[in-house]
């Protein structure tokens, strides 16, 4: 039960930064891409840098604060990238016709 609330609350918030921040999308679906792949790539990475991380922490207490908060930014980021690019998607695809023969209007 978690694990797909957890997912609907980042994938929520991912939706809210998607709409409230219009300026941080991407501009182009090549970047949109390489965020995906980045985001995938962070996420790959985190187990390796929570063991880096985790290691210079003094307090065993503040571990799982760490833990949570680095799982949670990563994976809004995956989210968010993928919010990015099936928007990008369906703009392109379900947008308005861009050219072709007018359409003739009867008088």
Same mark, same amino acid.
């Given at each position: ?8 609350? +980042? ?12 300026? +941080? ?12 792949? *980045?985001?995938? *790539? ?10 880096? +991380?985790? *290691? ?25 990238? !993928?919010? !990015? ?14 050219? *072709? ?7």
């Amino acid at each position: 039960m978690l694990e797909p609330a957890m997912f609907l609350g +980042l994938g929520a918030v991912a939706v809210w930064v998607y709409v409230r921040y219009p300026r +941080l999308r991407p501009s182009s679906i090549l970047l949109i891409v390489v965020h995906v792949v *980045g985001s995938f *790539g962070v996420f790959a990475l985190l187990p390796t840098l929570l063991g880096f +991380l985790l *290691g210079l922490l003094p307090l065993h207490a503040v571990q799982p604060y760490v833990v949570l908060l680095l799982l949670i930014l990563t994976l809004t980021y995956v989210l968010l990238s !993928w919010v !990015w690019l099936i928007a990008r998607i369906l703009r392109d695809l379900g947008g308005t016709p861009r050219g *072709g023969h007018p359409a003739a209007t009867e008088h």
